[in-house]
């Protein structure tokens, strides 16, 4: 985990317009531009393809349509229709059938009882289907109703369905108890968001004992719980205490991010555990984007280069162009 002030300076950075605006110019042009380590595209065909190829490495997937925060219920219901349609497009590729989603997406900012019912029509279309639906934990401040309206949906029938909850709040400890007490699939992370003090660990230690202490809880007692970190300390202890407690691989699975840690993907997959990549996607890719360098500032200098590179393609392009055109003004003269 970084530095609070670190943290802090992406999330910022991610609510930036001028610099979304930049960043959207540049990051999802050619298949080499910055955002697409991290992006699978912008179109749901582009992680169709995206899906194809990390399930051909013998990987399980999840499908993230991103575009958090909206500000109108129109907007939540475009939304809505799009994770709908993008249901039936995953049926028909036959790619596996799991998808992940924000409240904020669907409304919640804008009026609880619509979010709500947004994610009941997706579900609607979802559960006839075989899909399994991760409603995605934003920051501590979603915290106590995003659970809220996953237990609701879990008491009116909705079993195909999991959350997350993130290892740096203080609270998660007794959020855990409660949701496999439902028996209720979870996704354990360390947690993304800058939190204060009040509410989350601030040290990188605290943060992984958290996480490790969470973890063990979770391989005792969970229902196929999903370890999502590419901390391949937290790796090795959870096949450590599966092994001691004769947890097989089958019951549980790690789950790491697109475009990150590939290594640590195929390795994990040859010593014969489940790994499900994370393949987010969409035009509203920038805050995710923002969060991934927040987690690792390092990755800043391979954007910068992947910018400068595209800023001098445009420029070899623009001069080729003037060129051209003074040739054939010559030519006609």
């Not at 490495?57 to 991103?66: K, V």
């Not at 409240?103 to 609880?112: C, F, H, M, S, Y």
């Not at 959020?175 to 601030?202: C, P, T, W």
């Not at 202490?213 to 599966?242: N, Q, V």
Request: a positive charge; charged letters at 25%.
């Amino acid at each position: 985990m970084l530095g609070g002030a670190s943290k802090a300076l992406f999330h910022l950075l991610a609510k930036s317009q001028n610099l979304k605006t930049l960043a959207s110019r540049y990051g999802m042009r050619r298949p080499r531009s910055f955002a697409r380590r991290f992006i699978a595209g912008e179109t749901t065909a582009e992680a169709l393809d995206a899906a194809r190829a990390v399930e051909a490495r013998g990987l399980l997937i999840t499908l993230d349509h991103l575009g958090e925060s909206v500000g109108s219920l129109a907007d939540a219901d475009a939304a809505t229709r799009e994770y709908r349609e993008i249901g039936e497009t995953i049926v028909a590729a036959g790619i596996g059938r799991n998808i992940s989603l924000k409240l904020t997406q669907l409304g919640l900012d804008v009026d609880r009882a619509s979010a709500v019912d947004n994610i009941r029509k997706i579900l609607t279309r979802t559960d006839p289907a075989g899909f399994f639906v991760r409603i995605d934990m934003e920051s501590s401040a979603y915290t106590q109703v995003t659970l809220d309206i996953f237990e609701t949906l879990w008491e009116q029938g909705h079993r195909q369905i999991g959350v997350v909850l993130q290892a740096a709040l203080l609270r998660t400890e007794q959020d855990l108890k409660h949701i496999l007490a439902l028996g209720a699939r979870v996704r354990l992370v360390k947690g993304a968001y800058k939190e204060s003090k009040n509410v989350a660990h601030q040290h990188k230690a605290d943060v992984d004992a958290a996480y490790a202490t969470l973890m063990r809880t979770m391989l005792e007692r969970g229902d196929y719980p999903a370890f999502a970190t590419h901390d391949p300390a937290m790796h090795r202890l959870a096949k450590e205490w599966a092994a001691e407690r004769g947890i097989g691989p089958d019951r549980y699975e790690f789950q790491l991010l697109y475009g990150v840690r590939r290594d640590l993907q195929t390795a994990l997959v040859a010593q014969g555990h489940r790994v499900r990549v994370y393949i987010p996607f969409g035009r509203e890719w920038f805050p995710y984007f923002m969060r991934r360098l927040g987690e690792r500032p390092a990755n800043i200098t391979s954007v910068l280069r992947s910018l400068r590179d595209e800023r001098k393609t445009q420029n070899v392009r623009r001069k080729e162009r003037t060129t051209s055109g003074s040739d054939s003004a010559a030519s006609t003269a």
